[in-house]
């Protein structure tokens, strides 16, 4: 059976930091369970000593001195080799429950990953719009629209054709509000259903 000589990667001076904190426990219980993978408990045994042997040979080595993956290691070797030491056969991350329950947990963390990305898409689209729909241009489009519809876009005089040109520039909210309130009056006057059309 060939030996462990787990050789932790040490980051190339001046190197750009990862976006992402890497997990190096995590990736030493990895390593660990694809070697120990069809292992016996005795299998399993020799790889425990032989990871706790490196592990005193690397102790006074500076640059290891907060290596995580190197504990991560021989704790996983000793839970593997008291899990075979209990359940005999070989060993096999598909029928470790703690392996799987793991993975278990790492799929729901992304689902609710997924759920909060497409929350926050959805909002900033619908930011998106209401900014669009703010657009003086877009408002003024539509006060004007909604003036010919009522009828009083021939009758306004030049003061009120000049208001209803500086609304969306000045208050696009309040211009908003305006159309809404002809829309409302429109329909209430022609005896229509809010929401129908004239």
């Known amino acids: ?26 990736i030493g219980r990895s390593s660990v369970r694809r070697r120990a993978t069809g292992m016996t408990a005795p299998e399993a045994a020799a790889a425990l000593e032989d990871a706790r042997l490196q592990q005193h040979i690397d102790r006074d080595r500076r640059d290891l001195a907060d290596d995580e993956r190197g504990p991560a290691e021989v704790g996983e070797w000793e839970r593997i080799a008291q899990l075979l030491a209990t359940t005999g056969g070989t060993y096999d991350p598909k029928a470790d429950a703690v392996v799987q329950d793991e993975l278990a947990a790492e799929a729901e963390r992304e ?14 689209e619908a930011e998106t719009a209401r900014r669009a729909a703010l657009a003086p241009d877009v408002l003024r489009h539509a006060l004007l629209r909604t003036l010919a519809r009522t009828g009083l876009l021939d009758s306004l005089s030049e003061d009120e054709q000049a208001a209803v040109n500086r609304l969306p520039d000045s208050d696009p909210a309040a211009a908003l509000a305006v159309n809404a309130l002809l ?15 004239s």
């Not at 689902?111 to 900033?124: A, F, M, P, S, V």
């Not at 209430?188 to 929401?195: C, F, W």
């Open 1 to 26: 059976m060939p030996r462990s000589r787990r050789r932790p990667r040490i980051p190339a001076p001046g190197a750009a930091a990862p976006r992402q904190p890497v997990d190096q426990a995590k």
């Open 111 to 124: 689902r609710e990953k997924q759920l909060e990305d497409d929350k926050r898409r959805q909002e900033e």
């Open 183 to 197: 829309v409302r009056a429109h329909e209430a006057g022609s005896g229509l259903r809010p929401g129908a059309a």
